[in-house]
């Protein structure tokens, strides 16, 4: 059965003690889509983000480190792109015991089992996705929270779903406590604990949709959930052994829909978390044959 529990704002008691401390201070100016973090100069970038954001330069500075390597691996397309990941505070979405590892490649453990994709990985998937402000996104898999995060900061519409219930309600309690602190930004993030499978009917159709686990096929309610000319970047393959393909969707005068697939990694395998199968209230096995 499909659960449709919506998570109720205010939900930060649910955060473990296992995440990062929310010590910073209050975001010190309001966020606005226009306000634009110099992109050339790691110095001006930091001072910008500390007079800002209200961050700390620590952070700050391995943020940037990624970036330059981001940006050196053509893995922006817009400024927009750029701009989105050099706002995310990816360490408020990472344990603690990863708080130093917050920008390195890999993948990092987030609980239950899953991760965080690496940041490389969600920049060029979102990069994919060519996101205008505006446009509705949905999000297959919240996970730590933090691919929304990117999300919310290229358009103003985003839903996410995650299977794991106390996963689900963890990231929510992050979301609500950093908007809390300032970033309103977060407060675009529609988020509930069911299977992703069967999408968010209600708030579609999405002109975008980023599925953050792996499957073995594109799921049909997703696809009819996108809208006509919508792009879906989604892990396609067998386990552990995914790839990442750009889907767009077209829709002919007589209705007929067929879909236009592009591997954004040229061929290269990327292994994500399995997409599980909710039975009942419980996660029982994958959508993969
Ligand atoms: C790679 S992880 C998280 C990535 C996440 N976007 C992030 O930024 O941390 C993928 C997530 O998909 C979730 N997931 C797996 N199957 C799902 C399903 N059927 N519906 C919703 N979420 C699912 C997992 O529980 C996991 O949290």
Same mark, same amino acid.
Request: net charge positive; with cysteine.
């Given at each position: 059965?499909?659960?449709?529990t919506f998570?109720?704002l205010?939900?930060a008691t649910?955060?473990?003690a296992a995440l990062p401390?929310?010590a910073l201070?209050d975001?010190?100016k309001p966020?606005s889509?226009d306000?634009?973090?110099?992109l050339?100069?790691?110095?001006a970038?930091v *001072?910008w983000?500390? $007079?800002n954001?209200?961050e700390?330069?620590?952070? @700050?500075r #391995? !943020? ?7 940006k050196?691996n053509?893995?922006?397309t817009t400024?927009?792109d750029?701009?989105g990941?050099?706002?995310v505070?990816r360490e408020?979405?990472c344990l603690?015991y990863?708080q130093d ?12 089992g899953v991760t ?5 990985t969600?920049?060029r998937m ?5 996101i205008?402000?505006?446009e509705?996104?949905?999000e297959i898999g ?6 929304s995060?990117?999300l919310a900061n290229m ?6 779903i995650e299977?794991? *219930?106390?996963?689900? $309600?963890?990231?929510?309690g992050?979301y609500?406590? @950093?908007? #809390? !602190? ?10 509930k604990?069911?299977d ?6 209600e708030?579609?159709p999405f002109?975008?949709i980023?599925?953050?686990?792996g499957?073995d ?12 000319g919508g ?5 396609v393959?067998p386990?552990g052994?995914?790839?990442?393909l ?7 005068a007589?209705?007929?829909?067929t879909?236009a697939?592009t591997?954004?990694?040229h061929?290269?395998?990327v292994?994500f978390?399995p ?8 996660i029982?096995?994958t959508?993969?044959?």
């Amino acid at each position: 059965m499909r659960r449709r529990t919506f998570l109720k704002l205010g939900a930060a008691t649910a955060a473990s003690a296992a995440l990062p401390a929310l010590a910073l201070a209050d975001v010190p100016k309001p966020y606005s889509f226009d306000a634009a973090p110099p992109l050339d100069s790691v110095d001006a970038y930091v *001072k910008w983000m500390v $007079e800002n954001r209200g961050e700390d330069p620590k952070h @700050l500075r #391995k !943020r940037w480190e990624r970036y330059g390597i981001m940006k050196g691996n053509q893995y922006f397309t817009t400024k927009n792109d750029m701009r989105g990941f050099l706002m995310v505070p990816r360490e408020e979405f990472c344990l603690k015991y990863n708080q130093d590892q917050a920008y390195s490649y890999h993948f990092l453990d987030i609980g239950w089992g899953v991760t965080i994709s690496g940041p490389d990985t969600v920049g060029r998937m979102t990069s994919a996705l060519d996101i205008k402000k505006g446009e509705k996104c949905l999000e297959i898999g919240t996970g730590s929270g933090y691919q929304s995060a990117y999300l919310a900061n290229m358009t103003d519409k985003v839903w996410s779903i995650e299977i794991i *219930k106390p996963l689900a $309600e963890r990231t929510r309690g992050i979301y609500d406590a @950093l908007i #809390k !602190r300032g970033y309103t930004e977060y407060s675009a993030i529609t988020s509930k604990n069911a299977d992703g499978y069967y999408g968010w009917e209600e708030a579609g159709p999405f002109d975008k949709i980023v599925v953050t686990c792996g499957i073995d096929h594109i799921p049909p309610p997703l696809l009819k959930q996108l809208k006509p000319g919508g792009i879906m970047v989604i892990p396609v393959g067998p386990p552990g052994a995914q790839h990442v393909l750009k889907v767009v969707k077209d829709v002919a005068a007589d209705g007929a829909i067929t879909v236009a697939r592009t591997d954004i990694y040229h061929g290269r395998i990327v292994p994500f978390v399995p997409f599980t199968k909710l039975v009942g209230d419980a996660i029982k096995g994958t959508y993969s044959q």
